[in-house]
């Protein structure tokens, strides 16, 4: 049923629609009078979702407004103290000041860390020399595969709503932007069947992503076996990013695509260790599977960095080898969040499906709301409750009409969040 709801004329709503109108002619204005103009690229890519957030913040705290951020997937979890320990003695090293190097011994024995985790966690075997690839955190990683793979005329395949940098990258590289919508009716996974002969014919890149972000989708084993055939079939790169594959709730589990057969010979596979051991910080993540892929990766990446700082590299091989259980600590701890922030956002009348994974909900703008886009609402929430949350537009065309609350706040804060969020709820009442 198609969903309506009659204009809004709150003071509060206007006055937001006027300042969002007012913050574009502005920018436009200082685009005009640059000396030196961006390159065409760059005016491809909207604003970037996260600096929005931050300058919607920035404005309330200078209002003196308390902000609840639940924008921004950034974890508030202390990290693991071995895993600190070990980087504060790195650090203390003069040998791990120089550069870094692929020989060298922090960096092959992380490579062969990585493998062993990957065996203890998929059961799939990796050869820690040439499908093994660390990175400087996997939003790198993922943004250098479009810059060195995609030509002008290759086509990328991007789900869409999804992680910006799936489709920021393939702008920055000059590649071809092909959006595959995805919704709640198809499970939030993209129907390759129906893309277009004329687009296969130019496409090079599938990205995926489960469990899903923004939406909270996952994936089973059986739908990495279509993609897997269907990717082999037309000789079509996979990238799974692989961000959440802890954060399963209620007994389920999160399959790496590696885990179906043959996979490696079309996909590969990113991780961090930003959201599994709260180490946004440490940029740090890594890429495993396509040996080929993997290489022209890392051929790219060489002419652009020097490698990843040693003290780093001990720290990180420090949290994938020991012991485990902060891990399953912090899944929990997100757990209840969950259930506290969905029952809270039911009682004050804002239904919302519960997410199988991730530490996010992916709520649907509230009826009498639907009349404003996701930014006029998320702009509303910041400005009338002080509390923050990423528009569904800023992962796509097609997160039009939906918000994203990271659960990055302790349970008192979300329940101030939720307290506020109803205020603005009755506004419109």
């Known amino acids: 049923m198609t969903r309506t709801a009659k204009p809004l004329t709150s003071p509060s709503i206007r006055r937001v629609q006027q300042q969002l109108r007012e913050q574009a002619r502005v920018e436009q204005q200082r685009n005009n009078r640059r000396l030196f103009h961006e390159a065409n690229r760059l005016k491809r890519l909207p604003l970037y979702l996260f600096t929005i957030l931050d300058q ?4 309330a705290q200078a209002r003196g407004v308390d902000v609840i951020d639940l924008g921004m997937g950034n974890p508030d979890l202390p990290p693991p103290t071995h895993v600190v320990e070990e980087l504060v003695k790195q650090v203390k090293k003069p040998e791990n000041h120089r550069y870094s190097r692929k020989d060298g011994d922090v960096e092959r024995l992380l490579n062969d860390t990585i493998a062993q985790w990957y065996h203890r966690k998929f059961r799939v075997e990796l ?3 040439t499908e093994v690839l660390p990175l400087l955190g996997s939003k790198e990683g993922i943004s250098h595969l479009s810059l060195a793979f995609l030509n002008h005329d290759d086509i990328a395949l991007v789900p869409n709503p999804t992680y910006p940098v799936h489709f920021n990258g393939v702008v920055l590289a000059g590649g071809i932007l092909y959006n595959l919508p995805i919704n709640a009716e198809n499970e939030y996974l993209p129907d390759l069947q129906a893309i277009p002969r004329s687009v296969l014919k130019q496409s090079k890149i599938l990205f995926l992503s489960y469990p899903h972000n923004p939406t909270t989708a996952v994936a089973d084993l059986k739908f990495f076996k279509e993609v897997i055939a269907w990717a082999r079939h037309h000789r079509i790169m996979v990238v799974h990013d692989f961000a959440y594959s802890d954060f ?3 007994g389920h589990r999160a399959p790496s695509i590696l885990e179906v057969p043959g996979a490696k010979e079309v996909a590969v596979e990113f991780h961090t260790l930003s959201k599994s051991y709260s180490l946004p910080g440490l940029r740090f993540g890594f890429a495993v599977g396509n040996q080929d892929v993997l290489a022209s990766l890392a051929k790219t990446k060489s002419y652009i960095d020097f490698g990843i700082f040693r003290a780093v590299q001990w720290a990180a091989v420090k ?5 485990q259980d902060y891990v399953e600590r912090a899944v929990a701890l997100y757990h209840t969040r969950r259930n506290l922030f969905l029952k809270g956002l039911k009682q004050i ?3 919302v499906p519960i997410p199988k994974a991730t530490f996010y909900v992916w709520a649907k703008i509230p009826l009498k709301f639907s009349a404003l886009t996701s930014l006029e609402f998320a702009t509303l929430l910041v400005q009338e409750a002080g509390v923050v949350v990423s528009p569904g537009s800023g992962f796509g065309e ?3 009409g939906f918000v994203r609350f990271a659960l990055v706040e302790p349970e008192p804060r979300l329940k101030e969040a939720i307290r506020r969020i109803a205020r603005v709820l009755q506004m419109a009442d």
């Open 56 to 59: 919607l913040k920035a404005k």
């Open 127 to 129: 050869d820690p020399r």
């Open 248 to 250: 399963m709730f209620d």
């Open 319 to 323: 949290a994938l080898s020991g012991p």
């Open 349 to 351: 009348g804002w239904d």
């Open 398 to 400: 097609y997160g039009e």
